[in-house]
């Protein structure tokens, strides 16, 4: 039996925002995936839908389709817009807690609604190979797995709440996670006339 050992430089900190920060946050999610709206990804050759429907904020974002796969791309794939700007408080969250010399250039909107995952991977499509990966959970609880470097080792799951913070960064920006599944009904964040869920922001360096 293998047991699992949290990767160095994985930090997890619970209710990072609080419940004013949380909503703040959320509306300016909103107002962005109002101008940038939420679309289906497809995964590269196979062309199957994933289950997590996504947008982008900041100069870059990350995108997939069935004929050029994963990248990043500076506009929208459905509208050819740029992507709305990177909304402040995502700035300095990256700035506190990675210390990393360049901005983000890619805020991942991921959305969840229930019955959605997202399989074990390593985000692997930046040239900025070292710079930490920053994640915020808002919205419905979701189970979190980590892995390491490679698909076949150890794993753990644990929940991650509204107003949670992941950060990869040292070796575990190079091990493997994913979502197994959210909670439907654990959050009233997300406001009951938008779509119920869980909504993911995931903050990156693209280029050194
Ligand atoms: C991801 O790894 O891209 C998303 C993780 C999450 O939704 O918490
Ligand atoms: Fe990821």
């Not at 990767?7 to 619970?14: A, N, S, V």
């Not at 959605?116 to 930490?132: F, I, Q, S, T, Y």
Request: proline letters at 11%; charged letters at 20%.
């Amino acid at each position: 039996m293998t047991v699992f050992q949290t990767p160095e430089g994985f930090r997890l900190l619970p209710g990072y925002f609080d419940p004013g920060a949380q909503a703040e946050l959320v509306k300016a999610v909103l107002d962005g995936v109002a101008a940038s709206p939420l679309y289906q990804p497809a995964m590269p050759r196979t062309g199957k839908p994933l289950s997590v429907r996504m947008t982008n904020f900041g100069p870059l974002g990350w995108v997939t389709d069935k004929d050029r796969g994963y990248r990043y791309e500076p506009v929208h794939p459905v509208t050819g817009e740029p992507w709305p700007a990177m909304p402040q408080v995502l700035m300095d969250l990256w700035e506190a807690e990675t210390g990393w010399s360049d901005p983000p250039e890619a805020c991942l909107v991921n959305w969840y609604e229930a019955g959605a995952r997202m399989g074990l991977h390593v985000d692997n499509d930046e040239k900025a190979v070292n710079a930490p990966v920053v994640s915020v959970s808002l919205g419905d609880k979701a189970r979190f797995r980590l892995g390491g470097p490679t698909r076949k080792g150890a794993t753990a799951s644990f929940v991650l709440s509204s107003g949670d913070v992941v950060v990869l960064g040292g070796e575990a920006r190079r091990c493997h996670h994913g979502v197994d599944r959210i909670y439907p009904g654990t959050s009233r964040l997300l406001p009951p006339d938008w779509r119920p869920g869980r909504i993911n922001l995931t903050l990156r360096r693209v280029n050194p």
